[in-house]
């Protein structure tokens, strides 16, 4: 599977696909999520939206699901199965294809550090738990799913974190092509 994987990474890492991806990317940064974002603070009165926090208890996370209406409850419903399974898809990509291109001229090619953009997927896989998690609370409200609003919580935490590890990645690939780009100029 991770063969299958990093093939499919190596094929699509290129210029053209990261761009597009980017672009893609700061449509979804620029237009969507502030929309989104907006819309859902003005239906919970500032509450706020789960997927942005680091960490959540059960009762905050059923204090702001609670500060929704059933309409702005149904609106996180549709935004979170729209937007917010189609970003972390694109940022995913866009990160893992940047950091594998950088990583191909850092690194000698049969180098086991070209696995490591691999890592950045995790980052999507726990956001698509996250969002999961939420949308069964949502969908369940006022039904409380606390063993739920607990995995929704470390799923975010964990996300965030993978998050920091995604950028210190392609930081530490960048970094090591400049030294390597240093040591052939010396």
């Known amino acids: 599977m991770l063969t299958v994987l990093r093939r499919m990474q190596n094929r699509l890492s290129n210029w053209q ?59 996180y419903v549709t935004f979170t199965l729209a937007a917010d399974y189609i ?25 086991w550090l070209h696995q490591l953009p691999l890592l950045i997927y995790i980052t999507l896989l726990l956001d698509y738990l996250e969002n999961a998690c939420i949308l069964t609370m949502l969908t369940n409200y006022p039904d409380r799913i606390t063993f739920i609003a607990q995995a929704g919580s470390l799923f975010t935490t964990l996300k965030w974190t993978m998050a920091a590890i995604s950028i ?16 052939k100029t010396h």
């Open 87 to 111: 970003y972390p898809i694109v940022y995913s990509l866009c990160f893992s294809l940047l950091t594998t291109v950088i990583y191909r001229r850092a690194f000698a090619p049969k180098s």
């Open 168 to 183: 210190l990645l392609l930081l530490f690939g960048i970094v090591m092509l400049i030294v390597k780009r240093l040591r």
């Open 17 to 75: 696909a990261i761009s597009g991806l980017f672009i893609v990317l700061l449509v979804i940064e620029a237009v969507v999520l502030p929309y989104g974002s907006s819309k859902l603070n003005d239906y919970s009165g500032g509450a706020g939206i789960l997927d942005l926090r680091l960490s959540y208890s059960a009762d905050k996370a059923y204090a702001i699901i609670g500060a929704y209406s059933d309409a702005g409850r149904s609106f």
